[in-house]
C-alpha cells in the first residue's frame, strides 16, 4: 500500500513542475484538434494555461503559500531564555553542488551552518554542553555531513561536538536516521535547523519518531506582486507547492499509521 502511495504522490508531484503542465496542455490540445473535436474544450484548456501562469508568475500564489509555511517560524526561540538540559541542534542538510569536478554546499546550506553555528556559540557561551546532529548524505560524492563539518570545524566547533548522520537521502530519512541518534544523546531539548518553507514538513516528521524539535528556521523565501508574471515568482512558488504537497504526504500517512 505504501509503495502505491508513494508513487501516486509522486504523480502529484509533477503537476507542481510548470514545464510539465504546460506540456500536458499541449499534449491534450494537440489530440483534440487532431481529432478535429472540441474546439471549445482546446480553448478552454489554453484560457486555463494563462490564467494558472498568470496566478503563479504575479506572485499572489506563492505570497499564500509562504504564509501558510513559515509565518509560525519567523520568530526562532532564544537560547538565553531557555533552560537546555544536554541540547542539540539538528541541522539538515540542503544540498550540494557540483562546479568543474568540485563539490560544494548549496547556497541554502549556508545559512543553516550560520543558524547552527549561532545557537552553538550561545550554549557555549553560558558553558552549557552542546551537541550539533547534521544529517544528510546529498547526491555526491562527499556527503552534506561532511561538507557540513568541515565547515563547521572552520568556525570553531570542536570535533567532539558534531555527529554526522550521513546516510539519509531525504527529509523522511533524515527524521528517521537522526532520531535514535538523539535518544541516545539523552538530550532534554532538541533543535531543528532548516530553511522556513522546509521546516513545517521536518517538524512533522520528526515528531513521527518521538521527537519535539524547537523551530530554528535559518532562512525564507518569498514572492513579490507584480503587475506581470515572472520567473523568479514562478520558481519559488512550484518550489513551496512541492512541500505542500510533501505535507499532505505526511498527514495522510500519518492517518493512515504507514509512516514509520
Not at 500564489?61 to 544536554?86: C, D, P, R
Request: charged fraction near 20%.
Amino acid at each position: 500500500m505504501k509503495f502505491l502511495l508513494d508513487l501516486l504522490f509522486r504523480v502529484l508531484q509533477l503537476f507542481t513542475e510548470p514545464y510539465f503542465l504546460l506540456f500536458l496542455a499541449i499534449v491534450i490540445i494537440a489530440l483534440l484538434k487532431r481529432k478535429n473535436k472540441r474546439k471549445n474544450l482546446r480553448i478552454g484548456i489554453g484560457i486555463l494555461v494563462v490564467l494558472i501562469i498568470i496566478f503563479i508568475g504575479n506572485g499572489f500564489l506563492g505570497k499564500l503559500i509562504s504564509g501558510y509555511l513559515q509565518n509560525s517560524y519567523t520568530h526562532n526561540s532564544e537560547v538565553k531564555n531557555i533552560t537546555a538540559q544536554n541540547p542539540v541542534i539538528v541541522v539538515l542538510g540542503g544540498g550540494v553542488v557540483d562546479i568543474n569536478n568540485t563539490e560544494k554546499l548549496h547556497t541554502m546550506s549556508y545559512s543553516r551552518i550560520v543558524t547552527a553555528y549561532q545557537l552553538y556559540h550561545e550554549f557555549k557561551k553560558n558553558n552549557t554542553p552542546c551537541k550539533i546532529v547534521i544529517s544528510g548524505k546529498g547526491s555526491g560524492h562527499t556527503s552534506e555531513a561532511e561538507l557540513f563539518s568541515e565547515n563547521f570545524k572552520k568556525m570553531g566547533v570542536s570535533d567532539s561536538d558534531i555527529i554526522k548522520e550521513d546516510k539519509s537521502m531525504n527529509t523522511y530519512q533524515n527524521a528517521k536516521f537522526s532520531s535514535p541518534i538523539i535518544k541516545k544523546l539523552a538530550s532534554g531539548s532538541v533543535y531543528l535547523v532548516t530553511s522556513g518553507f522546509h521546516m513545517k514538513r521536518s517538524v512533522s516528521l520528526f515528531q513521527i519518531f518521538g521527537l519535539k524539535p524547537i523551530p530554528q528556521a535559518s532562512d525564507f523565501i518569498d514572492t513579490e506582486i507584480t503587475a506581470f508574471p515572472n520567473s523568479y515568482n514562478a520558481a519559488f512558488t512550484f518550489v513551496m507547492l512541492k512541500e505542500v504537497v510533501g505535507i499532505w504526504q505526511v498527514q495522510l500517512y500519518n492517518n493512515l499509521g504507514v509512516n514509520k
